[in-house]
C-alpha cells in the first residue's frame, strides 16, 4: 500500500451496497449495520485518494494525515466528526468515483464537479440517505445515470451537466420531490423525456437541452408549477409544443430550439407573464404567430427564425415593452411589417429577412434608438427608404437588398457614423448616391448594385471612407468619375465593382473562364486563353463575310506573338453577339504569351483582301495598343488529406483518393472557375477522425495545418459516411486556407472558392448570400467559356457558389477571388522553424457564444492572429496575472451552421509551465474558460519522424478505435502506445494528451 506523506495508508474496508434497481428505500447489504463510526468515513476518504490522484490534487491538505476529517481540504463535519460536507470541486480529481462514495451516511452536499473523472456513476450513490446537493457537472463521466439516485428522498439540487453520460434518463428521478435543480444537459442522453419528471413539485430549473433525446414534450411537464428555466434545445424532439406549458405561470426562460418540433406555437405561451427569453429557433414550425405573445410583458428575447411560420406578423409585438431581440428571419411570413414594432424601445437587433412581406418600411422604425441591426433583406417590400432610418445613431448594420424599394437613397443615411455595412442592392432605386454618404466614416461594405435606375457620377468624397474595403455598383447607372484620386482609392478596395463613366470599351477580350465587356475580368497568367474578336458592321447593317483577322501581341515594346485569324463565309453581325461563336473571330492563345504587361493589336482585312473598306474597323483600338489585364498569382499548393473514422469501412473512399494528384478530374473544377495558375497537390497520410459535427472535423484540419507549420491550402476529403455523419458534404474557413469536402469536383471547387474569401450565390437555399452578388437568382450573368471542350456557357447558369445546378463561375466570383488571392497570400511565406508552442484553438457558435478546446504544449512553427477584432484571448496566472492576451476576430465556417473559428500556436515563455492557471475567451457572444485539467481527454497523434498528424480527439472516452465498440480508449490517456496501436497503421506515434490547461508534465516533455 502507497505511503504518503510519511503516513501509512489506512486500509480500506469495502462495504458494497444494495445496486438494484428496486423500488423502495435503499438498505444495506443483510449483516452489514449502518456504521456509525468516522472511521468508516475516513476509510471512504482515503478510498477516494487513492482512486482519484488524490497526489495530483491541487489542494490536499491534512488528506491522509492524523488530525481531524474537519481540517482536511474540502471536508465538513458534525460535531461527531462524520463527514456532512464533501466538496472538491476543481481541484485536479481523475480516476474513477469509487464505489465507496456510499459510505458517507451523514453526508448532505456532494461537489466533485469540473474536474477529470471518468467512468461510471457508482450505483452506491443511491445510498447517500441524507444527501441534499449532487455536483457532478464538468467531468467526462460515462455510462448510464443509476437509477439509484431516485432514493435520495432528501435531494434538492442534481447537476450532472457536461459529462458523456448515456442511455436514458432514469424515472426514478421523478421520485425526487424535493428537487428543485435538475441539470442533465451536454451529455449524450437518449430516448424519451419521460413524463414522471412532471412529479417534480418542487423544480425549479430543468436543463436538458444538447443531448439526443427524441420523442415528444411530455405534457406533464406543464405540472411543474414553480418552474424558472426550461432548456430543452439542441435535442431531437419531435411532435407539437403542448399547450400545458402556458401552465407554468413563474417561468423565465423557455428554450425549446434546434429540435424538429412541427405544429403550431401555442396560444398558452401567453399566459408566461414573467418570461424573459423565449427561444423556438430551427425547428419545423408552422402557423401563425400567436397575438398572445404579445402579452409578455418582459420578454426581452423573441427567437423564432428558421421555421416555417406563415401569416402577417402581430401588430401586438409591439407592446413588449422590454424586447431587446426580435429575430424572425427565414419564415414564410406576410404582410406588413407593422408600424406598432416602432414601440419597441429597447430594441437592438431586428431581424424579419428572408420571409415574403410586404409593403413600406414603416418609418416608426426610424424611432428605435438603441438599434444596431436592421436585417429586412429577402421580402418583398416597397415604396421608398424611409428618410427617419438615418435617425438611427447607432445602427451598425443595415441590410435591405433583394426587395422592391423604389425612390432615392435618403441623404439622411449619411447621419449613420457608426454604420459598418449598408448593402441596398437588386432593388428599384433611383436617382444618384448622395454625397452624405461620404460622412459614413465607419463604413466597410457599400452594396447598391442591381438597381438599374441608379444613375450619376458617385461622389468623389467617398475616396474618404478609409475602412471602406467593398463597393458594388454593377447592373446600375453609376460610374466612376475620372478624378485620378478616386481612381487611385477605387484601386485599393476589394474587386470593386463600378464601371468608368468613359465608353472607350474595344470590342475584344480574351477569356480564360468567364468575361464581361462592362467588368473586365483580369487574366491569371501562364493560363491559356480564347481571343474573341467582335466585328460588327459599320452602317448597323447586317452584310458581308466575315474578314480576316491578325492579333500582335507585345511585352515591353516588343511583339511576342502574332496569329492570323481566317475570314469566314459568315456574315458580319450588326451588334455584338457574345453567345456565338460564329459572330467572333475566335483563336486560342498559349499560356506563354499570357504575361503581366500584355498588349494588343488586331489588325482587320491586314491584307485587304476584301478591298480598302471592309465594311468594319479596320484596327483595334485606332491607335496604340491595347492593354490586356494579366496578373501573376502565388501558386497554389493543395495539401489532401483523406479522413476517416478507424471503425468504418473505408476502403472504397481510400481506393479512389490513393495516388491523387494535381492532374485528377477532381481539381478540374478549381483549375478552370478558380484563380488558380501553377497548382500542386500533396497526398497527406490517412487521418482520423472522432468529429461529430462539421465544425469540430474543420477545426481539427485547421489545427493540423498549424501544427505542420502549413503554408498552402489544406482539404480534408470525406467518405459518404461522413457526409451524413457531421452533416456537412463541405465547410471551409472563409477567407482562411483549409476546407473538408466530399469526393465531388464541384464541391471542392465551391469550398476553394470560400477560401478565397466568396460568399454564397443566391440560390437554392444557400445561407448569407453575397449582398453585393449582380444577379437576384445566382446565375452568372455573362458569357463563360469552357476550355476543356471549346464551348460557350450561358449567362442562365448557376453561379459555383450558389446551391443550385449545373455550375459556373461568374465575373463576380472569379474576380473577388482574385482579388483575394493577390491581397492575401502574395509571396509564398518562408515556412518557420518548430519551437515550443502553445496550440489554443477554439469556436464560437452563430449566437457568437465562444468555446475553447484543451491547450497543448506542442512543438510547432508559430502561428498568431491578425490584431484587432472582438475577441479577446487571456491567460493569466491562479492570482489573475496576465501572462498573455490575444485581440482578434474568428474566421467564419462557410456552409456550416454560422459557426467561426481559431487556431494559434503561441510562443511559450518557460516561466508559464507553473503559473498558466486559466485561459479565458470572451467575445460579443460571452465567455468560456479553460481552468484547470478538468475536461475530457484530448489527444493529438503524431509521426515523430515526419510531424505529420495522423489523428486529432476530442475526447479518448468515447473515441470508437473498430476494437468492438464505444469507449476503446476510455483508460488509455496514461498509456500513449495504447492509444496509438488500435489506428490501423499507426505504430510508433507521438500521443500528446491534454485535459483542458497543460500539465507540468506536458511543459516539461
Known amino acids: 500500500m502507497r505511503s504518503v506523506g510519511g503516513r501509512r495508508a489506512i486500509p480500506v474496508l469495502l462495504l458494497p451496497l444494495l445496486a438494484c434497481g428496486d423500488a423502495g428505500p435503499m438498505e444495506l447489504l443483510p449483516g452489514i449495520p449502518e456504521s456509525t463510526d468516522p472511521s468508516t468515513d475516513r476509510a471512504a476518504l482515503i478510498a477516494l485518494y487513492e482512486a482519484a490522484n488524490g497526489a495530483g490534487w491541487k489542494n490536499n491538505t491534512n488528506w491522509l494525515s492524523d488530525v481531524p476529517l474537519i481540517y482536511w481540504h474540502g471536508v465538513d463535519t458534525d460535531t461527531d466528526g462524520r463527514v456532512t460536507e464533501l466538496r472538491l470541486r476543481d481541484n485536479d480529481l481523475e480516476g474513477r468515483i469509487p464505489p465507496q462514495i456510499g459510505h458517507f451516511a451523514k453526508l448532505r ?39 439509484q439516485i431516485g432514493r435520495l428522498s432528501d435531494l434538492t439540487e442534481l447537476h450532472l451537466s457536461n459529462n458523456a453520460l448515456t442511455g436514458p434518463i432514469p424515472p426514478e428521478i421523478g421520485r425526487l420531490s424535493r428537487l428543485r435543480g435538475l441539470g442533465l444537459r451536454s451529455n449524450e442522453l437518449t430516448g424519451a423525456i419521460l413524463p414522471e419528471l412532471g412529479d417534480l413539485e418542487a423544480l425549479s430549473r430543468l436543463w436538458l437541452s444538447d443531448n439526443d433525446l427524441t420523442g415528444p414534450i411530455p405534457p406533464e411537464i406543464g405540472q411543474l408549477s414553480r418552474l424558472r428555466v426550461l432548456s430543452f434545445g439542441g435535442n431531437d424532439l419531435t411532435g407539437p409544443i403542448p399547450p400545458e406549458i402556458g401552465q407554468l ?19 398558452e405561451i401567453g399566459r408566461l407573464s414573467g418570461l424573459t427569453e423565449l427561444d423556438l429557433v430551427r425547428n419545423n414550425l408552422t402557423g401563425p404567430i400567436p397575438r398572445e405573445i404579445g402579452r409578455l410583458p418582459q420578454l426581452e428575447r423573441l427567437a423564432l427564425r428558421a421555421n416555417d411560420l406563415e401569416g402577417a406578423i402581430p401588430a401586438d409585438l409591439g407592446d413588449l415593452s422590454a424586447l431587446r431581440q426580435l429575430s424572425l428571419g427565414y419564415n414564410d411570413l406576410t404582410g406588413r411589417i407593422p408600424p406598432e414594432i416602432g414601440r419597441l424601445s429597447e430594441l437592438s437587433a431586428l431581424d424579419l429577412a428572408h420571409n415574403a412581406l410586404t409593403g413600406p418600411i414603416p418609418p416608426e422604425i426610424g424611432g428605435l434608438s438603441r438599434l444596431r441591426s436592421l436585417e429586412l433583406w ?34 439622411s443615411l449619411g447621419n449613420l457614423r457608426y454604420l459598418q455595412l449598408l448593402s441596398l442592392s437588386q432593388n428599384d432605386l433611383s436617382g444618384p448616391v448622395p454625397a452624405e454618404l461620404a460622412g459614413l466614416a465607419a463604413l466597410r461594405e457599400l452594396a447598391v448594385n442591381g438597381n438599374p435606375q441608379l444613375s450619376g457620377v458617385l461622389p468623389v468624397g467617398l475616396k474618404d471612407l478609409g475602412r471602406l474595403t467593398t463597393l458594388s455598383a454593377g447592373g446600375t447607372g453609376l460610374c466612376a468619375p475620372a478624378d485620378p484620386g478616386f481612381q487611385a482609392w477605387l484601386r485599393t478596395l476589394r474587386a470593386p465593382r463600378v464601371p468608368r463613366c468613359e465608353d472607350d470599351v474595344a470590342p475584344v477580350y480574351l477569356t480564360q473562364a468567364v468575361q464581361s465587356f462592362e467588368f473586365p475580368v483580369p487574366l491569371v497568367a501562364g493560363r491559356p486563353a480564347l481571343l474573341r474578336v467582335f466585328l460588327t458592321a459599320l452602317d448597323g447593317e447586317a452584310a458581308g463575310f466575315f474578314p480576316p483577322v491578325r492579333a500582335r501581341f507585345y511585352l515591353e515594346d516588343a511583339e511576342i506573338h502574332t496569329v492570323d485569324i481566317p475570314g469566314s463565309a459568315v456574315t458580319v453581325p450588326s451588334r455584338i453577339e457574345e453567345g456565338r461563336l460564329d459572330a467572333s473571330a475566335n483563336v486560342a492563345i498559349p499560356a506563354e504569351v499570357v504575361r503581366p504587361g500584355l498588349e494588343l493589336v488586331v489588325e482587320v482585312d491586314p491584307e485587304d483582301t476584301l478591298g480598302p473598306d471592309p465594311g468594319t474597323a479596320k484596327r483595334i483600338p485606332p491607335t496604340g495598343r491595347q492593354a490586356i489585364d494579366v496578373r501573376a498569382v502565388p501558386a497554389l499548393h493543395l495539401t489532401y488529406l483523406p479522413v476517416v473514422r478507424a471503425s468504418r469501412e473505408s476502403g472504397e473512399f481510400l481506393s479512389r483518393v490513393t495516388g491523387l494528384t494535381e492532374t485528377d478530374t477532381l481539381f478540374r473544377g478549381a483549375r478552370q472557375w478558380l484563380p488558380v495558375g501553377d497548382f500542386t497537390v500533396a497526398l497527406h497520410e490517412v487521418v482520423y477522425t472522432a468529429a461529430r459535427t462539421g465544425g469540430e472535423l474543420l477545426s481539427e484540419i485547421e489545427a493540423i495545418r498549424v501544427l505542420e507549420g502549413g503554408t498552402g491550402y489544406y482539404m480534408g476529403g470525406i467518405p459518404r459516411y461522413l457526409v451524413f455523419e457531421v452533416g456537412y458534404a463541405g465547410v471551409a474557413m472563409r477567407g482562411g486556407r483549409v476546407s473538408f469536402s466530399r469526393v465531388r469536383t464541384t464541391t471542392i471547387a465551391h469550398e476553394l472558392g470560400h477560401n478565397m474569401s466568396l460568399q454564397h450565390a ?32 450561358a449567362p442562365e447558369t448557376s453561379d459555383l457558389m450558389s446551391y443550385c445546378g449545373p455550375s459556373w463561375i461568374s465575373d463576380f466570383s472569379f474576380t473577388k477571388a482574385f482579388d483575394h488571392r493577390l491581397r492575401e497570400e502574395g509571396e509564398a511565406a518562408a515556412a518557420q522553424a518548430s519551437a515550443r508552442n502553445l496550440l489554443l484553438w477554439g469556436r464560437a457558435d452563430a449566437d457568437g457564444v465562444p468555446f475553447l478546446e484543451p491547450a497543448f504544449v506542442v512543438d510547432a512553427p508559430p502561428a498568431l492572429p491578425r490584431a484587432g477584432g472582438p475577441y479577446t ?3 493569466a496566472t491562479a492570482v489573475g496575472e496576465v501572462l498573455f492576451s490575444l485581440n482578434f476576430d474568428m474566421q467564419e465556417m462557410a456552409d456550416g451552421d454560422g459557426e ?41 497523434l503524431r509521426d515523430p519522424r515526419s510531424g505529420r498528424v495522423r489523428a486529432i480527439v476530442r475526447d479518448l472516452t468515447s473515441f470508437d478505435g473498430g476494437q468492438g465498440g464505444r469507449g476503446t480508449l476510455a483508460g488509455a490517456a496514461a498509456d500513449p502506445a495504447s492509444i496509438a496501436s488500435i489506428l490501423p497503421d499507426a505504430a510508433d506515434l507521438e500521443v500528446l494528451v491534454s485535459r483542458g490547461i497543460p500539465s507540468a508534465n506536458q511543459w516539461r516533455r
Open 378 to 411: 429577402s421580402n418583398d417590400l416597397e415604396g421608398p427608404i424611409p428618410a427617419e432610418l438615418g435617425d438611427l445613431w447607432r445602427l451598425r448594420e443595415l441590410g435591405l437588398e433583394r426587395n422592391a424599394l423604389s425612390g432615392p437613397i435618403p441623404a
Open 900 to 940: 467561426s473559428g481559431f487556431v494559434f500556436a503561441l510562443p511559450v515563455s518557460p516561466a508559464w509551465a507553473d503559473r498558466l492557471a486559466t485561459v479565458v475567451l470572451s467575445g460579443p457572444g460571452g465567455t468560456a474558460t479553460l481552468e484547470g485539467a478538468n475536461g475530457p481527454p484530448a489527444a493529438i
Open 762 to 793: 443566391p440560390c437554392g437555399g444557400a445561407g448569407g448570400p453575397d449582398p453585393g452578388f449582380p444577379t437576384r437568382d445566382g446565375t452568372i450573368g455573362v458569357w463563360g467559356f469552357n476550355r476543356y471542350d471549346s464551348s460557350l456557357v
Open 249 to 267: 405561470s413563474g417561468l423565465w426562460e423557455l428554450d425549446l430550439g434546434g429540435n424538429h418540433l412541427t405544429g403550431p406555437i401555442p396560444p
Open 873 to 875: 484571448l487571456t491567460g
Open 109 to 147: 452536499d456532494l461537489d466533485l464537479g469540473r474536474n477529470a473523472l471518468t467512468g461510471p456513476i457508482p450505483p452506491e450513490i443511491g445510498g447517500l440517505s441524507q444527501l441534499r446537493t449532487l455536483e457532478l457537472i464538468s467531468n467526462q463521466l460515462g455510462g448510464r445515470i443509476p437509477p
